[in-house]
């Protein structure tokens, strides 16, 4: 439990106000920590544990659904198959993650400068998003010769709404007094921005990081999957395809579970960031006291 404690000996000058506490933020239990930990891990080993009884009372082929040890073997044995693969699509999707974080925060600022120019591009951003990526990528691959530059850009347009649509609602968000002791005191349209519209975007560009990481994965994958790509090249998509068509099911499994890890991964890692931004100051991050 929080407590609001005296902060020492001080001038008489900072007696009663803020200065003179200093407010102690809550902790969590150590038993807490742990069961966050172990509830999840246990659930995972329950669900292995009866999946590997169900393929092995039943007598399930492997083609049709392998054990949890034909899947660890098969990750095992294909692992120099499958880690290049998923380099492939790993650079894809940080790649486009990345040029999705410049342009989307740089567009954001150029539209909430001014409402003509809001109004002139924002429609447009709209049409790019609710467009399905399927339609876009054989326009794209007769346009582009490049495969994994149609790959990047598929990725990239995906990614690239959450980043803008986030940032501008950050951006507008300002408190109006806020706004107004600003223009009292004479600041400069970017001192403005800089000093005040920026912090108070933090919270909503941090929500938009964790939504385009995972989709800046999802379309890579299905990006591949529309453009058909094969070959030594090629990213984890082609190598679930590949399984499946000579019904290595193991194999299958195995690279599914390398995309389902690297989900968690860029999950956590944009997680951590945006914890790491807001847990001093933003509600959004700080433990309720009661």
């Given at each position: 439990m929080s407590a609001v404690q005296q902060a020492g000996p001080g001038t008489s000058d900072e007696a009663g106000t803020d200065?003179?506490?200093?407010?102690?933020?809550?902790?969590?239990?150590?038993?807490?920590?742990?069961?966050?930990?172990?509830?999840?891990?246990?659930?995972?080993?329950?669900?292995?544990?009866?999946?590997?009884?169900?393929?092995?009372?039943?007598?399930?082929?492997?083609?049709?659904?392998?054990t949890p040890a034909d899947v660890v073997l098969s990750l095992w044995n294909d692992w120099p198959t499958l880690l290049p693969a998923l380099m492939v699509t790993l650079r894809i999707t940080v790649t486009a993650l990345t040029l999705a974080l410049i342009g989307g925060v740089a567009m954001a600022i150029l539209l909430v400068q001014s409402k003509w120019i809001e109004?002139?591009?924002?429609?447009?951003?709209?049409?790019?998003?609710?467009?399905?990526?399927?339609?876009?990528?054989?326009?794209?691959?007769?346009?582009?010769?490049?495969?994994?530059?149609?790959?990047?850009?598929?990725?990239?347009?995906?990614?690239?709404?959450?980043?803008?649509?986030?940032?501008?609602?950050?951006?507008?968000?300002?408190?109006?007094?806020?706004?107004?002791?600003?223009?009292?005191?004479?600041?400069?349209?970017?001192q403005t921005l800089i000093y005040l519209k920026l912090p108070a975007a933090l919270p909503y560009f941090m929500a938009g990081l964790r939504i385009a990481g995972g989709l800046a994965l999802i379309a890579a994958v299905v990006a591949e999957f529309a453009a058909g790509t094969a070959g030594q090249g090629s990213g984890l998509a082609f190598r679930l395809l590949e399984a499946q068509y000579r019904l290595n099911i193991p194999r299958l499994f195995a690279a599914l579970i390398l995309l389902t890890s690297t989900g968690i991964a860029i999950f956590g890692i944009t997680s951590f960031i945006a914890w790491f931004s807001l847990h001093r100051w933003h509600e959004s991050a700080i433990r309720r006291e009661n």
């Open positions: 200065s003179a506490v200093a407010i102690v933020a809550p902790r969590t239990s150590s038993t807490e920590k742990v069961m966050r930990i172990v509830v999840p891990v246990t659930m995972l080993l329950l669900a292995i544990v009866a999946w590997h009884f169900t393929v092995v009372l039943n007598n399930i082929p492997k083609y049709i659904l392998p109004l002139a591009l924002f429609p447009y951003a709209v049409i790019l998003q609710v467009t399905p990526v399927i339609a876009i990528a054989p326009l794209l691959l007769i346009y582009v010769h490049d495969t994994q530059s149609v790959l990047l850009i598929i990725a990239f347009l995906v990614a690239f709404f959450p980043i803008l649509s986030n940032m501008v609602a950050g951006l507008k968000s300002v408190d109006h007094n806020l706004l107004n002791l600003y223009d009292l005191y004479g600041a400069s349209r970017w």
